[in-house]
């Protein structure tokens, strides 16, 4: 069963800034694209920025050179640097990943054809005075 478990959220003043972390876990063969996602009340979900597997990255124009990410792949974690915090980030932050299933051959991870989405349980960031 795989996981991803989201840390680093909280209560920043505005001009302030944030380290979210995600960490996948479970029988993983390969981890493709990872993101972040926000949502406010009433709101859909809306992209925040991407990586993919060889680390090109595409961010939303609204956190442009403020925010980055990052990835781990030793560790399964996706990271997401946010400087310079406004007001309207407040959100709950959710990281995604695209992940291919694998399964224990022995004491190697073999692949499947099993791949999908899988969500994180979501991170309150508050940006307020």
């Not at 022995?106 to 508050?126: A, K, L, N, R």
Request: proline share 2%; aromatic share 8%; net charge positive.
């Amino acid at each position: 069963q795989v996981q991803l478990v989201e840390s680093g959220g909280g209560l920043v003043q505005p001009g302030g800034s944030l380290r979210l972390s995600c960490a996948a876990s479970g029988i993983i063969f390969r981890i493709n694209t990872m993101a972040w996602y926000r949502q406010t009340p009433g709101n859909q979900r809306e992209l925040v920025a991407h990586v993919t597997s060889d680390g090109n990255t595409n961010y939303a124009d609204s956190v442009k050179g403020r925010f980055t990410i990052s990835r781990d792949n030793a560790k399964k974690t996706v990271y997401l640097q946010m400087n310079s915090l406004k007001p309207e980030d407040t959100a709950v932050y959710y990281c995604k990943a695209n992940i291919l299933l694998g399964r224990m051959a022995g004491i190697v991870v073999v692949t499947t054809t099993v791949s999908g989405d899988y969500w994180g349980q979501g991170t309150q960031v508050t940006v307020s005075s």
